[in-house]
């Protein structure tokens, strides 16, 4: 069964400080798709990135980067530098060959303080 | 601004009532999933349709259906409502029907009194 662990439940740091959330995914494909979301107290839904399971590249966009191990199968966001304005609820997702719907992680709610 | 648009916003009604939430996808996308978001179950994949056609149904209970038509919008059809359907509706889209990142509306917050 595919399944994504977010064990950090809620993350409060203070600003400039840099966080990592940790992703954690389970499934027995070989070729798989992760994502991270991100939803701001607005409350839409807003796509980050996307990394196939055969590209083990490291990411960085701008204070974002990502870091995706298939040997600890975890694909880890960090934030660089926080701001107030990167508060939000983050989620991890999992999808796969075939299959056409995303598998989330219960999230993890970010606070940045001033 | 994803370029999904979700209506209504909000939406009160009362339990045993049918409520329709309706979706139109990005430009030229042909996928349309839906998603429910509650406080205890999380975000849960509903069902997606790829050009008209249901391709795929998660946890949707039988007494919820959807279509997507023609012209590729999509509705959500909710009926005996239940207190528990409380949750915020989210409709995605994308351009195929594969893993591809999938696009939100703003979603539909329904509450059930």
């Known amino acids: 069964a595919q399944k994504v662990t977010q064990a950090q439940t809620e993350i409060s740091v203070v600003e400039k400080e840099d966080v990592t959330l940790d992703c954690v995914y389970e499934t027995r494909d070989t070729t798989y798709y992760l994502f991270w979301y991100k939803q701001p107290p607005s409350g839409e839904l807003v796509f980050l990135i996307r990394?196939?399971?055969?590209?083990?590249q490291n990411e960085i966009s701008g204070r974002y980067s990502w870091n995706f191990q298939k040997s600890t199968s975890s694909f880890n966001f960090t934030i660089t530098a926080s701001q107030v304005v990167d508060s939000a609820v983050y989620f991890c997702?999992?999808?796969?060959?075939?299959?056409?719907?995303?598998?989330f992680g219960q999230g993890t709610r970010l606070t940045i303080n001033p | 601004d994803s370029g999904v648009t979700q209506t209504p916003k909000h939406l009160i009604t009362a339990t045993g009532q049918r409520v329709t939430l309706r979706c139109s996808p990005r430009s030229g996308d042909l996928s349309v999933y839906w998603y429910q978001q509650s406080l205890d179950q999380g975000l849960q994949f509903l069902i997606h349709y790829y050009n008209g056609e249901e391709r795929a149904k998660g946890n949707i209970l039988e007494r919820f259906s959807a279509q997507q038509f023609p012209d590729l919008h999509s509705e959500l059809n909710l009926s005996s409502l239940e207190l528990g359907d409380s949750a915020l509706y989210f409709c995605a889209s994308s351009f195929t029907g594969g893993p591809n990142e999938q696009f939100f509306g703003p979603g539909t917050r329904l509450t059930v009194l």
């Open positions: 990394r196939n399971s055969f590209d083990e």
């Open positions: 997702a999992l999808s796969f060959q075939g299959a056409q719907k995303l598998v």
